[in-house]
DNA sequence: GTGAACATGTAAGTGGTTACATGATTTG
DNA sequence: CAAATCATGTAACCACTTACATGTTCAC
């Protein structure tokens, strides 16, 4: 239950349309809670129903034009609520890692290859957080808002670094298994 | 399309009944590919319907009654596709982060403390798994199977690491944020 | 023989994915 | 005016979750 709270969170941050929405969850948002625009047309409907958004007026609401939404009292105390609330952290599930478990019973062949696929991938992402580090966050001490974003965003940071280490120790790793050539 | 490889790897290390394969899952596996035993009861009858696997005979098929499969031939191939298999990281989801994104817009009430539980959980993990790491993997050379069991190991060990010293640095940064205490 | 634990399931609901539909606006 | 792009949706499907149902075996 956590897409209509990042929906929230993205509206709080700016007011935008679905397709604004969707740009946002494409980067940013999105880098740690996606969401296609199929899913946030349909969240952005049952938000609007529960009186927790409201399309911005002065929009014609039709299909093809534009229609805006901003959070409503109720949402950003909906928010709030959710933010303080303890939850579980959820079971993990990492196909990757499942795949190595398989490949010591079935054998190695042909994954050596998407694993340094994978690793290109991470070494992307990591770089382009890493610009975003620099674009947004200098130096200097920022605001308490500031502080936080930057907390997350060394999370993404943190993650991915960890990530192309290990990807890196594991192909090590292949490259000394019996069999390997 | 994860969860009936995740019960294929499994069966092939060892037959095993419904629930055996739900305890497994909540330890070992499941560590990095989680299941109820509704899932697995339910994929199990498609993965026999489909011929990846079958109940060994000699026991009575009966609600109540224990019932064991092992993995045909034709499973262990579907699996060593699947494992060789190019595959995109699917996108990320992570609740925590995304409550902390939601923070910097409606304020920190209340989210450190389930912080700091978290943090405890992550702790408790992470030693969970440097005992398994000192009971199954010693220091002399292992056999390649060992050596990719042990990789994932030190995927778990090192991703609770980053959690943990994550966690303990964002509860760092509440302790400067002005309007604390 | 009753209760606890073992063992296998069914049913309903939710959230996410994939494929498709449709109108509006801009660009050549 | 045709094509591309912008923008908002609908529908079907699939995986996972939660709650419930039912039979068996074992210990007391």
Redesign the pocket.
């Known amino acids: 239950?956590?897409?209509p709270h990042a929906i929230l969170t993205a509206l709080l941050e700016k007011p935008s349309?679905?397709?604004?929405l969707?740009r946002r969850f494409d980067r940013s948002i999105g880098y740690f809670w996606?969401?296609?625009?199929?899913?946030i047309?349909?969240?952005?409907?049952r938000l609007e129903s529960d009186g927790l958004i409201r399309a911005l007026p002065s929009e014609q609401?039709?299909?093809?034009?534009?229609?805006?939404y901003e959070v409503l009292p109720a949402g950003r105390a909906e928010l709030a609520r959710w933010t303080a609330a303890r939850q579980d952290p959820?079971?993990a599930?990492d196909a990757l890692l499942l795949r190595l478990r398989a490949a010591a019973v079935v054998g190695t062949d042909g994954i050596e290859a998407d694993l340094r696929r994978h690793l290109d991938l991470h070494q992307r992402q990591l770089a382009e957080y890493r610009e975003i580090e620099e674009r947004d966050f200098g130096p200097d001490r920022d605001s308490a808002q500031d502080r936080l974003r930057h907390l997350v965003l060394r999370a993404g940071i943190d993650l991915e670094t960890f990530w192309t280490q290990w990807l890196t120790h594991a192909l090590d790793e292949f490259g000394e298994l019996p069999g390997h050539e």
Do not use: C
Request: aromatic share 4%.
């Open positions: 239950m956590s897409l349309s679905g397709l604004e969707t996606s969401a296609t625009h199929q899913q047309y349909r969240e952005l409907g609401p039709a299909r093809g034009q534009k229609k805006s959820k079971p599930r």
